[in-house]
């Protein structure tokens, strides 16, 4: 089938939340293929440990795409141990100018407890203002929601799953089914 004729899939709510010195990363379990859930279960969260050293990354978009970019970013970080900031940068870089990465339809966010990242396709690393950002379907939900409770007693992980709670109460393409993992500094 050509692009233009395939029905959109759509699914996945990731968002990252920094307080208190932890991070905390969650995406949900939906994967949408038009207007029918594919999947509830899906798992878009993930820890890895490059070169010894723990990070915790979430995904939005295709699958296969993004497990390219994650063993691209694994790769980077061998190459530059405990340095996030560098490695992503050089993955951006990378995605920006290869033209088999160009094609590759997914974003990142990343983090080693101390810092956190979006990464995207258009050769972006973004360091979020107000240490929250979300991607995906359900993205700009997310975020409107855990940024109206950051000043809030809650820990980074109940701001995550709150925000997540209501994002999948707004948007068809994301649901309850959570994946949530947490890394410090």
């Given amino acids: 089938m050509a692009r233009a004729e395939f029905p959109g899939w759509h699914g ?9 010195g932890e991070v905390v990363i969650a995406g949900d379990g939906q994967v949408s293929l038009g207007q029918t859930v594919i999947k509830g279960t899906a798992r878009k969260v993930r820890r890895l440990s490059p070169g010894g050293f723990d990070i915790v990354a979430g995904f939005a978009g295709s ?14 970080l061998e190459a530059t141990p405990g340095q996030l900031a ?23 966010i990343v983090s080693d407890g101390k810092d956190i990242f979006v990464i995207t396709g258009a050769g972006d690393v973004l ?10 379907s359900g ?23 709150d ?6 109460d ?15 500094a």
Avoid at 12 to 20: D, E, L, N, Q, R
Avoid at 63 to 76: I, M, V, W
Avoid at 90 to 98: C, G, H, S
């Fill in 12 to 20: 996945t709510t990731i968002i990252g939340v920094k307080k208190a």
């Fill in 63 to 76: 699958t296969a795409d993004a497990f390219t970019l994650l063993e691209r970013l694994e790769t980077k």
């Fill in 170 to 184: 707004i948007c068809v393409y994301t649901n309850g089914n959570l994946t949530v993992e947490k890394i410090t």
């Fill in 139 to 161: 993205g700009n939900y997310a975020l409107a929601a855990a940024r109206g409770m950051m000043d809030s007693e809650r820990s980074a992980e109940e701001v995550a799953r």
């Fill in 163 to 168: 925000a997540m709670a209501i994002a999948a």
């Fill in 86 to 108: 560098r490695a992503s940068v050089e993955l951006a870089k990378d995605w920006r100018t290869d033209k088999y990465l160009q094609k590759l339809e997914a974003m990142l």
């Fill in 127 to 136: 360091e979020p203002e107000h240490d929250v950002t979300a991607i995906g």
